[in-house]
Antibody
Framework: VQLVESGGGVVQAGGSRRLSCAASGMAFNDYIFHWVRQVPGKGLEWLALLSFDETRKSLRGSVIGRFTVSRDTFKKTVYLQMAGLRLEDTAIYFC???????????WGQGTLVSVSS | SYVLTQPPSVSVAPGKTATITCGGNNIGVESVHWYQHHPGQAPVSLIYYNPDRPSGIPERISGSNSDNTATLTITRVEAGDEADYYCQVWDLNTDSWVFGGGTKLTVL
């Protein structure tokens, strides 16, 4: 099982960025996918979840209106679209997967997003 | 929203026992998960549905949960256990997930 994030980089404040999470070696339809970030020097912060059929979609309150999640079942890829980026959004963004309310069994290595002024 | 409170740091000598707590309102009725995170790597699930362990996690790592505190216990601590540890629960009311603030375990 592998989750591979991509799309990180340097972006100016106010800009947009789309992160991707490609899943392999797993039954895509069995899992719920999450985005979690870690701001430098801080702890893990859950951002969003999305089920493969999109019946479950939820976002952290502080990013509602700026971040959205979507998926491409054919590509087995989940996306985090971020807009109106702020300096405080600078973080490593991880993709993770779980079943139901179980623990996040699988994690990617993360992709770094740096927001510059 | 639900809040989980962890001590920022815990220090323990090699071979001793480390105890990391996670406080939450009536957390004893919640399904608590624990993760180990070495900086620069992906987090790893240690305990799920407290106190179950994923395959590959040694028995010296255990979890318990009662009243307002969940506890992660690591016995016979090794240098490789030095990492950040996070507790986590699912907030049913908002269909969102909550992490504790994390505890940095230092092996002296």
């Amino acid at each position: 099982v592998q989750l591979v994030e991509s799309g990180g980089g340097v972006v100016q404040a106010g800009g947009s960025r789309r992160l991707s999470c490609a899943a392999s070696g797993m039954a895509f339809n069995d899992y719920i996918f999450h985005w979690v970030r870690q701001v430098p020097g801080k702890g893990l912060e859950w951002l969003a979840l999305l089920s493969f059929d999109e019946t479950r979609k939820s976002l952290r309150g502080s990013v509602i209106g700026r971040f959205t999640v979507s998926r491409d079942t054919f590509k087995k890829t989940v996306y985090l679209q971020m807009a109106g980026l702020r300096l405080e959004d600078t973080a490593i963004y991880f993709c993770a997967a779980n079943r139901g309310d179980g623990s996040f069994d699988f994690w990617g290595q993360g992709t770094l997003v740096s927001v510059s002024s | 929203s639900y809040v989980l409170t962890q001590p920022p740091s815990v220090s323990v000598a090699p071979g001793k026992t480390a105890t990391i707590t996670c406080g939450g309102n009536n957390i004893g009725v919640e399904s608590v998960h624990w993760y180990q995170h070495h900086p620069g790597q992906a987090p790893v699930s240690l305990i799920y549905y407290n106190p179950d362990r994923p395959s590959g996690i040694p028995e010296r790592i255990s979890g318990s949960n009662s009243d307002n505190t969940a506890t992660l216990t690591i016995t016979r601590v090794e240098a490789g256990d030095e990492a950040d540890y996070y507790c986590q629960v699912w907030d049913l009311n908002t269909d969102s997930w909550v992490f504790g603030g994390g505890t940095k375990l230092t092996v002296l």
